[in-house]
């Protein structure tokens, strides 16, 4: 890119920055690091861009938009041009990193998502409260796979906000009734305890589907969150009492 007078035009660091949107900092810190240095300086010291320090510029803020640090750019601006390999292999590190990003913006989402609900259908919680929510929701999805969560949602989605509502509603029911029969020690084989654990057990089927793999990372997760369902559901905390959990499952051993 010559001038009027066939001489190539330089450009000071101002200009440079208003026609790359980059700022002048920026640009100190990219002739500093190496990245992009100017060609040449003034008898001032002021920085000269050459038409080949701007080329080598517009490649930065093309590798830029893709995400690269700093660091993976120079590593690849190091190869001959007509070298792909390490961008390559940089690419491929990037898109595995945008993989991971997006599972956990995923993961996250859902987790919102189940809050709102909550939210929508039991009103605000007080702090606590929202606090043993978000733990409980959080440690219960981190022992899901990605796949199996989104199972999950697919069943939240058909069943529906008011099947759903109306299945909790009759769960705390069979809940408390179950938990007056344990009190008062009745044996797990008594058929008030068969017929309200199995229907506990279709309730939890028309949210997982009978997959064996939900079922197991449930229970695996109930075990190491005991203490905080509990408290969410007003039960003993583990210690405290007999665990309901454990009267039901000792109850469908006997129906298997």
């Not at 990037?94 to 989402?109: F, G, M, N, S």
């Not at 989605?157 to 009745?186: M, N, P, S, Y």
């Amino acid at each position: 890119m010559t001038g009027n007078d066939g001489v190539e035009r330089r450009w000071s660091v101002g200009e440079l920055a208003r026609s790359t949107g980059l700022t002048v900092r920026a640009l100190h810190h990219y002739d500093e690091i190496g990245l992009v240095r100017a060609s040449e300086r003034t008898g001032a010291g002021h920085r000269r861009y050459t038409e080949g320090d701007l080329h080598r510029l517009y490649r930065v803020c093309a590798l830029r938009g893709l995400g690269l640090s700093l660091e993976e750019i120079g590593s690849v601006l190091a190869r001959p041009a007509d070298d792909v390999s390490a961008l390559r292999a940089v690419l491929v590190g990037q898109l595995a990193h945008l993989d991971e990003q997006a599972i956990r913006v995923t993961r996250l989402r859902t987790r919102i998502g189940h809050l709102l609900t909550r939210l929508d259908t039991s009103g605000m919680p007080d702090p606590e409260q929202l606090t043993t929510t978000l733990e409980m929701i959080s440690m219960l999805d981190d022992h899901y796979t990605p796949e199996q969560q989104d199972q999950l949602a697919a069943r939240r989605d058909a069943l529906g906000r008011d099947r759903i509502e109306a299945l909790k509603v009759e769960w705390f029911g069979l809940a408390q009734r179950l938990r007056q029969l344990q009190q008062e020690d009745v044996p797990v084989d008594d058929s008030r305890v068969q017929e309200l654990s199995a229907r506990w057990d279709e309730i939890g089927t028309a949210f997982h589907g009978g997959d064996t793999a939900i079922v197991a990372a449930t229970d695996t997760a109930y075990d190491g969150l005991k203490e905080t369902v509990n408290r969410q559901l007003g039960w003993p905390a583990p210690g405290e009492g007999p665990d309901l959990v454990d009267y039901v499952k000792r109850a469908r051993e006997v129906r298997a």
